[in-house]
């Protein structure tokens, strides 16, 4: 059963911290978790989980329309929106490779900034089922 309070959650170096609004109190707690999978079993009586990370990844190093929409409605802070890797680039621990490889596939490289993200993707990526998708959602702060 749902308590009807929402959860925004953001990685950070301890984990993931997550920030729980009670709708009923109007009161928020903040919490950090060492692991996703950890944060969704807390969490489980929530309604919504929003998480600023992509969700739902390609397997053919094809754009999501998601991002380029997103991008648009950003106007000058297009840039804040970076494209979300393939799923096949979170297994790469070296920056070197999985640059390369992205540049064999699309045409361009990535930025160190969304490959130190990769971890934390490949963290939600491997926690997300149809059932998850009704109350875990991909938001931009």
Not at 26 to 31: D, P
Not at 35 to 57: Q, Y
Not at 83 to 99: Q, T
Request: hydrophobic share 40%; charged share 25%; aromatic share 8%.
């Amino acid at each position: 059963m749902s308590s009807g309070d929402v959860v925004g959650v953001d990685g950070c170096r301890g984990g993931w911290v997550a920030a729980r609004l009670s709708l009923k109190a109007m009161r928020f707690t903040l919490r950090v978790h060492k692991g996703f999978a950890a944060l969704l079993d807390e969490n489980a009586d929530v309604s919504r989980i929003a998480v600023d990370i992509p969700i739902g990844l390609s397997e053919c190093f094809a754009a999501r329309q998601c991002d380029g929409e997103a991008r648009r409605l950003l106007g000058e802070r297009r840039s804040s929106v970076f494209p979300a890797p393939d799923r096949h680039m979170l297994n790469f621990d070296k920056y070197s490779a999985a640059n390369a490889l992205s540049k064999e596939r699309c045409g361009k490289g990535i930025s160190q900034q969304s490959f130190h993200l990769f971890a934390k993707i490949a963290e939600v990526d491997a926690c997300m089922s149809v059932q998850l998708q009704q109350r875990v959602f991909e938001v931009h702060p």
